[in-house]
């Protein structure tokens, strides 16, 4: 079976139980939950049983500990987590304001993972996947984007591909280096797992099926739009499908798209039919965000045929 990579920050959130104006109205905070996206991801591809690793660095503390008994319990190749004495696991803080969106506290400018270098191990991790995830985020990070780049080459170099959900953000996109780099990695994209209108800063185009088919004709082979609580759509040359969201109660959006991307790769590795991935994925979206805590929602082939199962017997 091919395995998968991703390369990036490993952090822990601790989420407020309660909206509220400010961290200290919405108490009580519960956690430290395992997360950061590129962990969330290979998290729900590991729990999907697809062989899968990670590159990162924590600190020699409960909260870097917290995160790779995790991914190794959900059956992620932790090997390329280095283990740093002396630094500090990245942490992040998440209230939701009274009108449901979310406010954050990060504390990663110094963590461990701003440190990661290659090591024996990860390029040994890097020379033994067949795939590559690259996230946006991971890019605006000098050391780390680096990593990704190079990474990138190499897999793809070697015959392998690579799957990219830019997740990008006001606040990073004049990182220095970045639009290059976003630049380089859309020529090697083969999978592309944009959100919503994100998909017009790659393509600037009318409508949406424009700004796909141009990306179409520089070489992606599969283009999936997330659309939050309105499902999700798949391209690929000649194809459009759409998946309506699956009916759930929302209770913690953080890590949904993560999971859906996770779960669309592991089916699209396994070479299944576009329609039986994008269906997953649908699904792992929609449970990943009935669960509070960021990782806490990725999910088991056996809970998405249940929450699947659910959905048609309601429609019945
Ligand atoms: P991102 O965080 O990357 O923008 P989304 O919020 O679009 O990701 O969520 C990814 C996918 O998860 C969606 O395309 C949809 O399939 C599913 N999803 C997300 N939120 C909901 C919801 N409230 N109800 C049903 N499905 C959802």
């Known amino acids: 079976m091919r395995k998968a990579l991703t390369i990036g920050e490993v952090l822990v959130e601790i989420v407020a139980t309660t909206k509220g104006d400010g961290f200290l109205r919405a108490q009580p905070l519960i956690g430290p939950f395992p997360s950061g996206a590129p962990a969330i991801f290979i998290d729900q591809l590991g729990r999907l049983g697809t062989p899968c690793a990670i590159v990162s660095r924590v600190g020699d503390d409960d909260f870097g500990r917290v995160n790779i008994d995790r991914l190794r319990a959900d059956g992620v190749d932790v090997s390329g987590i280095e283990i740093a004495p002396g630094e500090s696991t990245g942490s992040a803080f998440v209230r939701y304001r009274d009108d449901g969106s979310r406010a954050f506290v990060y504390n990663i400018r110094h963590s461990a993972c701003g440190n990661l270098r290659p090591t024996a191990a990860s390029e040994a991790l890097i020379d033994s996947c067949d795939h590559l995830h690259v996230m946006g985020t991971a890019l ?66 009318g409508d949406e099926q424009a700004a796909v088919d141009a990306l179409l004709d520089r070489g992606m082979t599969t283009i999936v739009v997330k659309r939050g609580a309105q499902g999700a759509s798949l391209f690929e040359r000649g194809l459009r499908l759409d998946a309506a969201p699956i009916a759930v109660t929302e209770i913690d959006p953080t890590g949904a798209g993560d999971c859906f991307g996770g779960a669309f790769l592991s089916f699209w590795l396994a070479g299944a039919a576009p329609r039986q991935a994008l269906r997953y994925a649908n699904a792992a979206g929609a449970r990943a965000v009935t669960q509070l805590g960021p990782m806490e929602g990725a999910s088991t082939r056996e809970e998405l045929d249940a929450l699947m199962g659910d959905m048609e017997r309601i429609a019945q």
């Open 140 to 205: 605006s990070a000098p050391g780390l984007g680096q990593m990704v780049m190079e990474a990138a080459r190499r897999i793809k170099a070697r015959g392998g591909t690579l799957s990219f959900d830019p997740n990008l953000r006001a606040e990073i996109m004049d990182a220095p280096g970045l639009r290059e780099a976003i630049a380089e990695v859309v020529e090697m994209t083969d999978l592309f797992l944009p959100s919503g209108e994100e998909l017009f800063l790659f393509a600037p185009a």
